[in-house]
């Protein structure tokens, strides 16, 4: 028995379910970034359900990630998977907006506090803790900056951790994120019911957080274990040795002076 087709719709039901005004859906025609699956007159035409998901994608990226409609409308005429990975980006963004609490710094407050502006132009150029438009800090920006701070009154000096290292920290997690959204994409998106993109995409979010998590945790000790052996393979020969040998004439110097 064949599934049954969701009617289309017309552009006033298709405002409703998006939330997105009329006037907004008719500049998205204009700009290629939606089109009717049918015309039956000269200003009646109908879409797709499916098209409410695009829509509510498209604005959400324009509106949180303040991405052009150009890039938009280019992303989804290049892939025909676009409308999942606009659908997912959406989602994530979403997910990430939960840890943007209501507290904000401008720059100059962060400096009054102790963030060296050294530090903060690094962050800013490494794409990890930048102004939005309105020139505060907010969200994980400051979260970021507050670990850093906890850092240095730690103890935990900028010459303990330079930037040279955070520099290798950055490549290494890219590296990592790079994977998980392949994986993502590739084996999740895929699979996932058009109705489900955005449910699965926020268990995915949240689970791929806490699994490196527990990830880190598990493998600390074992690396730290495998770099320690490295490094005694590595001593030159005769190394333990001498060192032997020192301990040994210490101990010898100090039995002599508990003699005299």
């Known amino acids: 028995m064949a599934a049954t087709r969701e009617p289309l719709l017309k552009i006033g039901e298709l405002a409703r379910s998006s939330g997105v005004p009329i006037a907004t859906l008719k500049h998205y025609i204009r700009e290629g970034l939606i089109k009717p699956a049918r ?23 324009q509106q949180e990630q303040f ?3 150009d890039v938009i409308r280019d992303s989804l005429a290049g892939d025909a998977a676009a409308t999942d990975d606009l659908t ?8 990430l907006e939960r840890h943007t609490g209501p507290k904000t ?8 506090r102790g963030v060296s502006p050294k530090e903060l132009d690094w962050l800013a150029a490494a794409g990890l803790a ?31 951790l330079p930037f040279s290292i955070l520099g290798e920290y950055v490549v290494a997690l890219r590296a990592l994120i790079e994977i998980e959204l392949r994986l993502f994409r590739e084996g999740v998106l895929p699979r996932a019911k058009k109705e489900d993109v955005s449910r699965v995409t926020t268990a995915a979010t949240e689970l791929s ?23 005694r393979h590595a001593q030159p020969r005769g190394h333990g040795r001498d060192r032997r040998v020192r301990r040994q004439q210490a101990a010898g110097r100090r039995t002599r002076r508990t003699a005299d």
């Open 105 to 112: 710094r401008t720059r100059d407050e962060l400096i009054e």
């Open 88 to 95: 997912a980006a959406a989602t994530i963004a979403k997910v």
């Open 130 to 160: 930048r102004p939005a438009a309105d020139g505060r800090y907010r969200g994980d920006d400051l979260v970021l900056l507050a670990t850093l701070g906890a850092a240095r009154k730690a103890g935990i000096t900028p010459e303990m």
């Open 67 to 69: 991405l052009p409609l």
């Open 39 to 61: 015309r039956t007159g000269r200003t009646m035409s109908w879409y797709e359900p499916s098209a409410v998901a695009r829509v509510r994608a498209i604005k959400d990226l």
């Open 209 to 231: 957080e806490r699994l490196v998590i527990v990830m880190r945790r598990k493998l600390l000790l074992p690396v730290l274990e495998r770099q320690m052996e490295e490094d």
